[in-house]
């Protein structure tokens, strides 16, 4: 779009995701209070059980096994919790009193409570599997449906690394969470409190001792939550910097070899790969710090119940099968004690990854559907009509568009001059609703787009673009993307429209030919030919093409030009044209100035009577030529 303040991708200069270029070219930083640089606390901090809580829709359909799994996690444990008491029994009894009787019994029962431990455990994995992947699906399939919705100026201020990793990394953390962490932080935290339980059974000055060793986790718990969500949310942004500075490398590697930039950007790149190492380094130091007072309690408590165990065996007021069964106990709580400190950091970095997922989710789409869609009148006509016109891009103070006025025939070709900048493009997206005005309207057969279904105002309106987008898939497929339901016929009858049906039966698989990624096997005009191709398969009403010819050759351009005017017979069509030639394939030319259609008439007559126009296709002319500005039009 021409004049749009694009936001400025900052893969190249290390910037933040979220910073972005104001319309004065002043750098605006964007980031969420979470995100920032200084290390210290946000003044606006959203709890991690709020953030999670947002996941409740998602979650619901999956509780069941999700909650089975977690119940078979704890009777797992359980299970283990229950073998240190049979242990006591085989000391005390047994051992102690050298009756061996019950013995194999009491082995056997030790046997069985490690088959089901381990029987609970296979069971926990088979049941959450499936519905946590499952959510995960779900969740990427609706991040993907809102990212088709979402505007263009939403794009435009988006990295596509950024989205990416939230659409991969992000939400597998957020699977990984609700399958594994979010089960065992629950599950751990109930063993624990069972498990104190049990150790105040054996004996309350043990049980006390490890309620006193324990009791510090909940402050260090949460002096590590506050710290370590910042870090982590950190750390994830530019981990989505450094995935668009490698999409965009690659994406753009001919333009980097062609000016031999490559050396300076993989500084650039080692440089935000550093800034990612400090981030993660620091992630370490604060879990390195809560891992160890975490393994250092423990092992006080351990000390503390030897010293107080030696000490009631020698009063005889503890047998040494309880203090076996307590110290047991207390070695098989190391593990979910162990863990809450990893638990922790993986529902922190859920809880960012979820603030990064609903950061998308909750931007708003603007462009919506009539809650009443009006249809439009059989057969379609295709009179496109611009009346008062007026578009902003968001966040400009200044309007690109200040009133448009065009009226479009049924079966005419309208040519749209002007200057670079001027808003033609703005004023072509605004047809199929690519962006909506600001102010005024824009009709088809005298029906508002807005008032459209956009699937129907998409079906009626087809769009060529200038930078022509092709995608991974086949010619076929990249074809009829403009008519999925259409035939081989009809693609071979728009590939030679375009005069690109030689080229393409020259291809290795012909039609069935995989198009690399954005097209680049292909030449310039070839991409472009089959963007041309796309635009017209489905024999559309209202035509759209922006500079349609801008990257052929002159002879392939008269072809395709010969071919264009057969089709733009029957359909409606606004061609935002730069070459005198393109502009002579229009029934008129309206020239776009400050704003507004300044002159419209056909090409001579404009040549004629206004000189802005003269002068603006002598300058492209003389450019295209090669020669002095005027000398091809003052021939013409």
Not at 340 to 360: D, F, H, K, M, P
Not at 498 to 514: M, S
Request: hydrophobic share 45%; glycine share 8%; net charge neutral.
């Amino acid at each position: 779009m021409q004049g749009q303040p694009r936001g400025k991708p900052d893969a190249f200069v290390g910037g933040s995701s979220y910073r972005q270029v104001d319309q004065r070219g002043k750098s605006v930083n964007t980031a969420p209070a979470e995100a920032n640089t200084d290390g210290e606390q946000p003044t606006t901090h959203t709890s991690t059980l709020v953030t999670l809580r947002r996941l409740g829709p998602y979650f619901k359909p999956v509780r069941l096994p999700i909650i089975g799994s977690g119940l078979a996690t704890l009777g797992a444990l359980l299970c283990g919790l229950t073998i240190p008491l049979v242990t006591r029994h085989i000391v005390d009894g047994p051992i102690t009193h050298g009756d061996l009787h019950s013995l194999p019994w009491l082995i056997a029962a030790v046997l069985a409570l490690g088959i089901g431990e381990a029987t609970l455990f296979y069971l926990r994995r088979k049941l959450n599997a499936a519905p946590s992947t499952a959510m995960e699906t779900k969740m990427r399939e609706d991040l993907f449906r809102h990212l088709q919705r979402l505007p263009i100026a939403f794009h435009d201020r988006w990295q596509s690394g950024q989205l990416l990793s939230r659409a991969t990394s992000d939400l597998s953390t957020v699977r990984r969470f609700i399958a594994f962490a979010a089960v065992f932080l629950v599950v751990n935290t109930l063993i624990i409190l069972i498990g104190l339980g049990v150790l105040f059974s054996l004996s309350p000055m043990i049980g006390l001792i490890v309620l006193t060793c324990s009791a510090p986790l909940v402050v260090i718990s949460y002096l590590f939550e506050s710290k370590y969500k910042i870090v982590t949310r950190r750390a994830q942004d530019q981990a989505g910097d450094l995935a668009s500075t490698v999409e965009e490398s690659v994406l753009g590697i001919r333009v980097l070899k062609a000016f031999g930039r490559g050396p300076e950007l993989a500084k650039r790149f080692a440089a935000q790969a550093t800034e990612l190492r400090g981030t993660e380094l620091r992630k370490i130091r604060i879990l390195s710090g809560l891992w160890a007072v975490l393994i250092m309690l423990p092992e006080l408590g351990i000390a503390g119940q030897l010293l107080a165990g030696g000490f009631g065996i020698a009063n005889g007021t503890l047998t040494i099968g309880t203090l076996v069964a307590a110290v047991t106990v207390s070695t098989y709580l190391r593990w979910p004690v162990d863990t809450i400190g990893w638990l922790l950091a993986e529902t922190n970095q859920a809880a960012s990854a979820c603030e990064r997922y609903w950061e998308v989710l909750d931007s708003p789409v603007t462009i919506t559907e009539p809650a009443e869609p009006k249809p439009l009148a059989q057969p379609v006509r295709g009179h496109l009509r611009f009346e008062g016109v007026r578009f902003a891009f968001p966040g400009a103070t200044r309007e690109v568009l200040r009133g448009v006025d065009l009226d479009v025939r049924p079966g005419e070709t309208v040519a749209l001059v002007g200057v670079t900048g001027s808003g033609k493009t703005a004023l072509t997206s605004l047809v199929p609703r690519l962006a909506d005005v600001t102010g005024g309207r824009i009709t088809v057969d005298g029906v508002d787009v807005r008032d459209l279904a956009l699937d129907d105002l998409r079906t009626v309106v087809s769009t060529a673009f200038e930078e022509p987008v092709l995608f991974s898939a086949s010619v076929t497929e990249n074809v009829a993307l403009g008519s999925p339901d259409v035939a081989e016929a009809d693609v071979r009858q728009a590939l030679r429209i375009a005069k690109a049906e030689e080229f393409v039966d020259a291809l290795p698989w012909g039609l069935d030919t995989r198009i690399g990624e954005q097209g680049l096997s292909l030449s310039g005009g070839q991409r472009q030919r089959l963007a041309l191709a796309r635009s017209v398969v489905g024999r559309p009403a209202v035509l759209v093409l922006d500079d349609p010819l801008s990257a052929l050759d002159v002879h392939t351009e008269a072809e395709v030009e010969a071919a264009l005017r057969r089709v733009l017979r029957d359909v409606t069509a606004l061609v935002v044209a730069h070459r005198p030639s393109t502009v002579q394939l229009a029934d008129r030319v309206a020239l776009l100035s400050d704003g507004r259609i300044t002159a419209v008439g056909t090409h001579r007559e404009l040549l004629d009577s206004n000189p802005e126009y003269r002068r603006l296709l002598a300058t492209t002319e003389g450019a295209d030529s090669g020669g002095r500005p005027g000398e091809e039009v003052a021939a013409q």
